[in-house]
């Protein structure tokens, strides 16, 4: 088992930042990855940016690319999303998860923090 406990979402005006944090217990010497996820009212939830724990290797979608940086404290067993130039279309519930060696999908999830941007 995996526990991840998401803060640091709030209500940012546009082209401001956002840093998101997840912390992770538990299962952590197993995990494979570590993402971020988003859903907005009335869609379905997206990849954002995913991270691989050992290794450091780090992808993200393309309507973030360049504006979202993942990273990740090994010792802390922490994950941030660094969002900078926000958008309103980039409000929405955002989730962390993790995925475990030898698992393909993302197994264990947060319960998600709201991120919101007013124009």
């Known amino acids: 088992q995996v526990q991840l406990v998401e803060s640091g979402g709030g209500l940012v005006q546009a082209g401001g930042s956002l840093r998101l944090s997840c912390a992770a217990s538990g299962r952590t010497d197993s995990t494979y990855a570590m993402g971020w996820f988003r859903q907005a009212p009335g869609k379905e939830r997206e990849f954002v940016a995913g991270i691989r724990w050992s290794g450091g290797v780090t992808f993200s979608a393309d309507s973030v690319k360049g504006r979202f940086t993942i990273s990740r404290d090994s010792a802390k067993n922490t994950v941030y999303l660094q969002m900078t130039s926000l958008k309103p279309e980039d409000t929405a519930v955002y989730y962390c998860?993790?995925?475990?060696?030898?698992?393909?999908?993302?197994?264990?999830w947060g319960q998600g923090t709201q991120v919101t941007v007013s124009s």
């Open positions: 998860a993790a995925r475990l060696n030898g698992v393909a999908e993302y197994g264990y």
